[in-house]
T-cell receptor
Framework: DSGVTQTPKHLITATGQRVTLRCSPR?????VYWYQQSLDQGLQFLIQ???????AKGNILERFSAQQFPDLHSELNLSSLELGDSALYFC????????????FGPGTRLTVL | LAKTTQPISMDSYEGQEVNITCSHN???????ITWYQQFPSQGPRFIIQ???TKVTNEVASLFIPADRKSSTLSLPRVSLSDTAVYYC????????????FGKGTRLSVIA
């Protein structure tokens, strides 16, 4: 158990819909990272927040957005969903903003029908 | 951003030592080498990290030659539960260069 929690575990929705994925980092961790893992693309970094502020951006689509709240939990919002958005979404956390050692949550499996 | 090359897959018998080599020819001076392990449908798990020479922890050893253009993850006496994908990453996480996970090496341990 990494100490990172993600909800929900599974999510099934339809194209065009909007969903919110939630992540609670390990106690004391200030950075939260979001990753998408699909069969054909592997593990792709989406975005990072540090202590409430956006720190780094990867291959995140404009339809996707995220935020980190004062209690340090984070939410990833996916809108106008497409079939290709079906994937495992992982959240990870780390103590500072410069950590190669990240602690990953169990993931949310999103299925878009 | 240093690119890494590692074997797509490897097979090993239980009890053997497994060495997975990663090439990173254009590693930068301030880059670290980090290895992660991932089981199916689970998040990756940090295994080990190093900058040069040898690093050992309770799980694995990491060997890095002087030129740092490659590294070898060594797993002693593997068991069936070590069957997973192993990722080699190179970089120093910053605002402009996040960790890049490649395809990894799929290790299959056979009884």
């Amino acid at each position: 158990d990494s100490g990172v929690t993600q909800t929900p575990k599974h999510l099934i929705t339809a194209t065009g819909q909007r969903v919110t994925l939630r992540c609670s980092p390990r106690s004391g961790d200030l950075s939260v990272y979001w990753y998408q893992q699909s069969l054909d693309q592997g593990l792709q970094f989406l975005i990072q927040y540090y202590n409430g502020e956006e720190r780094a951006k990867g291959n995140i689509l404009e339809r996707f957005s995220a935020q980190q709240f004062p209690d340090l939990h984070s939410e990833l919002n996916l809108s106008s969903l497409e079939l290709g958005d079906s994937a495992l979404y992982f959240c990870a956390s780390s103590r500072t903003t410069w950590d190669n050692e990240q602690f990953f949550g169990p993931g949310t499996r999103l299925t878009v029908l | 951003l240093a690119k890494t090359t590692q074997p797509i897959s490897m097979d090993s018998y239980e009890g053997q030592e497994v060495n997975i080599t990663c090439s990173h020819n254009n590693i930068a001076t301030n880059d670290y080498i980090t290895w992660y392990q991932q089981f199916p449908s689970q998040g990756p798990r940090f295994i080990i990290q190093g900058y040069k020479t040898k690093v050992t922890n309770e799980v694995a050893s990491l060997f890095i030659p002087a030129d740092r253009k490659s590294s070898t993850l060594s797993l002693p006496r593997v068991s069936l539960s070590d069957t997973a994908v192993y990722y080699c990453l190179v970089g120093a996480f910053s605002g402009n260069t996040p960790l890049v996970f490649g395809k990894g090496t799929r290790l299959s341990v056979i009884a």
